[in-house]
């Protein structure tokens, strides 16, 4: 299809088919208006296709893995277990097709329009949209932006060869013997403990004095004990200088404190961050979007730009970059196009680093809290007195409640161990719901379970703990 000077008209122009845009798509359609979305690469987007749906296939793989080798102590022995990378590779590659499918069936079923190529602005209303064999002019009403972000690129360490973003790390076609992660924080260290776990040699360079600076330390204290366990060199302060890569391996100069050190191996990820999608070829100028500071787009609370009819939202506007939180303003700018009084109005984001034990955290560190001048009060209850996380063989971590002790309201909470990233879930709900601590100890959790310790840790803050002696 070509189409020449003549526009197609379309109620919402939606770039980017990523967990913010295809669920702002959908809904504007459900909210009775025509939608085109437009994405050059797969359906789902980084988040499904290279981020986070295959890295959490690959984490989980290695854990099975793990669990598999280290089963004697629960009275469980197998020998000779191997690891066929080759399959490992095809099953994780088959749950990203058939979630990028299943988006596709939504798109479709809700009638929208897809396009598999670039936008590119014209002006504040018209936008050209092409691929290789097509192109067409579309002129819009409204307009949401979702382009995501990608990972920065070090000048020292472009991508190619041995040199891997975390893209590239996912869709390895061979299992690596030896790996050097650049950046301890969330997806270096879930990605080289994942490695690790599969018997590469891992060594960690973090240039904090820390890993996963952005976490209290008695947070990651459990996952660096891990680590340690696995064999993984985890090095602060550290700064990597550069690289030489042959068709073998790759050898990493960096500095701790002035010194030098070089060291080799199979591959080098580097994980420092990500970067927004508003540079290239969006010509954002041409409809007047401004673009800020580190390459974020500016939005009110509905979600609108400076100019009113055109909408950002998830990794490209401020905030955590993280995929719920691009959903959840997909809806709140869908639903403000069909008129509807959304606006942005969470109390808390929650935040999951994948790692062994996992963590979690929503709301306000006991920390952060007291620093606002919150009269605190907290709860903590260890993952070893529990009898399910004993029964799991789990027992590594703890959850850690913050309250406000002058309203017995819930402001925080922080949790370290098993299935962290989903006992989350009743915490969050807890402070947006405005949920005091007694309210938390007071509802019935199911026994035996994890979420027992979330009460439990309630209890203690209460200063009646029944499963723990009370702090005299």
């Known amino acids: 299809m070509v189409v020449g ?51 959490k296939a690959l984490i989980s793989a290695a854990h099975h893995f793990e669990v598999i080798k280290h089963a004697t102590s629960i009275g469980i022995s197998a020998e000779n277990v191997t690891v066929d990378w080759e399959k490992i590779q095809e099953w994780k590659d088959g749950i990203v097709k058939k979630q990028s499918g299943g988006v596709g069936m939504l798109l479709k079923g809700n009638k929208l329009q897809i396009f598999n190529g670039e936008a590119l602005f014209i002006n504040e209303h018209e936008a050209r949209v092409f691929n290789d064999n097509e192109t067409a002019r579309y002129r819009f009403n409204h307009c949401i932006i979702a382009t995501g972000s990608r990972p920065i ?59 996963l600076p952005g ?52 591959y080098v990820l580097v994980t420092v961050g990500r970067r927004p999608n508003t540079d290239g070829d969006l010509s954002l100028e041409l409809a007047g979007v401004q673009v800020g500071e580190r390459g974020l787009i500016q939005v009110n609370e509905k979600c609108q730009t400076n100019v009113p009819h055109i909408y ?10 993280l995929a719920h939180k691009a959903s959840y303003e997909a809806k709140v700018a869908a639903e403000s196009i069909a008129g509807m009084p959304s606006v942005v109005d969470y109390k808390v984001i929650p935040a999951v680093v994948f790692s062994d034990p996992e963590i979690a955290g929503v709301g306000l560190s006991e920390t952060e809290a007291k620093a606002k001048g919150i009269n605190v009060f907290t709860g903590k209850f260890p993952y070893g007195a529990n009898g399910r996380a004993q029964s ?32 989350i879930a009743e915490m969050t709900l807890g402070i947006e719901m405005g949920a005091t601590l007694e309210d938390i100890a007071m509802t019935i959790h199911a026994h035996p379970t994890l979420g027992e310790i979330t009460m439990d840790a309630a209890e203690g803050a209460l200063g009646h703990p029944i499963h723990q002696l009370a702090k005299k």
Do not use: W
């Open 153 to 211: 690129e070090l000048k020292a360490f472009p991508y190619g060869g041995r040199i891997l973003s975390s893209t590239e790390a996912l869709s390895l076609s061979e299992l690596p013997k030896s790996l050097v992660v650049i950046g301890g924080g969330y997806i270096g260290i879930e990605l080289g403990q994942t490695y690790a776990k599969f018997g590469a040699k891992v060594t960690v360079l973090e240039g904090s004095d820390s890993i």
């Open 5 to 55: 000077d003549a526009s197609v008209e379309i109620d919402v122009l939606v770039i980017g088919a990523g967990p913010g845009g295809y669920v702002a798509g959908i809904r504007a359609a459900q909210l009775g208006k025509s939608v085109l979305i437009v994405d050059k690469s797969e359906l789902g987007g980084v988040c499904l296709n290279r981020g986070c749906i295959p890295s």
């Open 312 to 321: 950002a939202i998830g990794d490209i506007v401020p905030g955590m970059a």
């Open 392 to 423: 799991m063989n789990v027992t590594d971590g703890f959850v850690k409640l913050v309250g406000d002790k002058d309203t017995g309201l819930l402001v925080g909470a922080q949790v370290v161990g098993a299935e962290a990233s989903n006992l």
């Open 215 to 266: 976490f209290e330390k008695e947070l990651s204290q459990p996952v660096a004990r891990n680590l340690k366990k696995l064999g993984v060199e985890v090095v602060t302060e550290a700064m990597a200088q550069g690289c030489e890569q042959t068709d073998k391996d790759v050898t990493v100069t960096y500095t701790v404190k002035g010194e030098e050190h070089k060291i080799t191996a199979d």
